[in-house]
Every structure is written in structure tokens, then in C-alpha cells.
């Protein structure tokens, strides 16, 4: 156990819809980082925040955003959901400055 | 930027036996660089990491990686395999400037065969 968590482990939706997901960091944890994988794009970071603010973006599309809220747990919002959204999405979070994550199990989202 | 190759997609070995999985990096600037399992149905968990020092790095399950800076690589071992081992093996990099966003190889999975 990682001791990050993340809801809902699956989710079914229709294209067109929007969904959040949601993650709570380790305790004490001020970065939280989200993460697409898919069969063929494989791992991508999509966003970081730290302590509420946005860090960092990768590859994250204008259809989706996130927010850290102030009791540090994070949540990713995607919009005008596509097949091609389908994947695993990972929230992992870090406390000290090495880049060393610790990742939820994931939330599986599949868009029909 | 940052990217990763994992030269092997797949990689099937006998228990016991030793194993190495591949992994070489391209980067402009200092990273760190980790080793990540990801079992069937589960999350990543870090395996091993290369930070400063040593370059020869031993992680959980037995396994180890040698950092070589002149080849950009990070090769990770293990002597004798088991079947439990068989999982999704990812390199990662992370600079060790501001930016700690991991940049992740495409995987390498190993499967061990009874």
C-alpha cells in the first residue's frame, strides 16, 4: 500500500460526458502528480501541483483540468470525454525533492 | 527534455535464471533515475533509484542497476528470477533541477516461465 489513494478504481462513461477523479495524497505529501497510461501512448505525465499551486504540465489536453484543494487532495476533471481517453489514470504524490513518486493503484476509465 | 528507451518490450526468462533489462536515457541536463514494477491490475511501485554515489544501486526484490554515465544507461538486474517477478518493468528520469515530473520508458515486460 502506497498510501495514495484514488477514486473511483473503474468508471464507464459515453463519449461527450465529463468525469472527475480523485486522489488523496500520502499524509504530509505537498506534490501531487497526475499520469495517463495507455496501450499506446504508455506513461505520460499530465500535470503537478504543489501545495495548491500548479507546478508543472506535460501532456495534459485542453479538455481536461485539476485543482489541489487545501487539504492537499487533487482532482483531475475530463470533459467532452473521446474513445481515445480511455486509460488508466495515475495520481502519485511526493514529499521530498528526488522525484521519488509513490502512485495510487489507479482509475480505469472507459469511454464508450 | 528528458526521454527514455527501454530496448526490450518483452523479455521471457526460466526461474532462476539471471535477468537484465535494458534502459538508456538522452537528457541535456543532471537526472535521477528509478526503476518502477507495475504488477498486473496495480499501481507503480518505486523498485530502485540512482540519485548520487554509488552507481551500482540495490533495490527491493533482490534486484540491482548500475548507473553508466558514458553510456547513458541504467540496466537492471537480477541474479536468479522468480516467478513473482513477472511484471511490467519501467526506466524513468527525473531532472534534478525544479522540474520533478518523471519521464517514463515505454515498459519492458518480463515474464518467467516455469
Known sequence: DSGVTQTPKHLITATGQRVTLRCSPRSGDLSVYWYQQSLDQGLQFLIQYYNGEERAKGNILERFSAQQFPDLHSELNLSSLELGDSALYFCASSQKNTGELFFGEGSRLTVL | ?114
Open chain 2, 1 to 114: 527534455a528528458q526521454s527514455v528507451t527501454q530496448l526490450d518490450s518483452q523479455v521471457p526468462v526460466f526461474e532462476e535464471a539471471p535477468v537484465e533489462l535494458r534502459c538508456n536515457y538522452s537528457s541535456s541536463v543532471s537526472v535521477y533515475l528509478f526503476w518502477y514494477v507495475q504488477y498486473p491490475n496495480q499501481g507503480l511501485q518505486l523498485l530502485l533509484k540512482y540519485l548520487s554515489g554509488s552507481t551500482l544501486v540495490k533495490g527491493i526484490n533482490g534486484f540491482e542497476a548500475e548507473f553508466n554515465k558514458s553510456q547513458t544507461s541504467f540496466h537492471l538486474r537480477k541474479p536468479s528470477v522468480h516467478i513473482s517477478d513477472t511484471a511490467e518493468y519501467f526506466c524513468a528520469v527525473s531532472p534534478t533541477g525544479s522540474a520533478r515530473q518523471l519521464t517514463f520508458g515505454s515498459g519492458t515486460q518480463l515474464t518467467v516461465l516455469p
